[in-house]
């Protein structure tokens, strides 16, 4: 068997997930989820702008990018969030009028929901069993 090489990539920053309106999308992710917004600003050659959210501690940020043809928004996004608590979680996002699914507590799995941004994409909170 032969030896991998050594990845010249070092990490990831961000996760794009497309949206329609952008200040939609920021309000839900700041105002909605708790997010903190770590970058604003405008891309004109695209017409739209480039904005990174993310929980206050999180090394990955999430990039709320315009959607378009061929990028289109509502669909899985794979991303995965972890709490201490999903429960409690799941509760206050149902409270803030959040589409969130049915909360998950399979035996030796940690708790998790799967739930809806603004514009429909999928997304999932885990809860974090190495807080506990």
Do not use: C
């Not at 200040?23 to 050659?45: Q, S, W």
């Not at 959607?67 to 995965?80: K, M």
Request: charged share 20%; net charge negative; aromatic share 6%.
């Amino acid at each position: 068997m032969s030896e991998q090489p050594a990845s010249r990539i070092g990490g990831i920053r961000t996760i794009g997930v497309p949206v329609i309106d952008q200040d939609k999308a920021l309000g839900f992710y700041v105002g909605t989820l708790g997010f903190e917004k770590r970058l604003d600003m405008a891309l004109p050659e695209l017409g739209s702008r480039w904005i990174e959210v993310a929980p206050a501690a999180a090394a990955v940020s999430i990039a709320l990018v315009q959607a378009h043809d061929g990028l289109p928004s509502g669909g899985e996004s794979g991303v995965r969030f972890t709490t201490n608590d999903a429960a409690a979680l799941q509760a206050d996002l149902t409270a803030a009028g959040v589409k969130v699914g049915e909360l998950l507590t399979w035996p030796g799995v940690p708790p998790m929901f799967a739930f809806r941004d603004q514009d429909g994409n999928g997304l999932e909170i885990v809860q974090d069993v190495a807080q506990q």
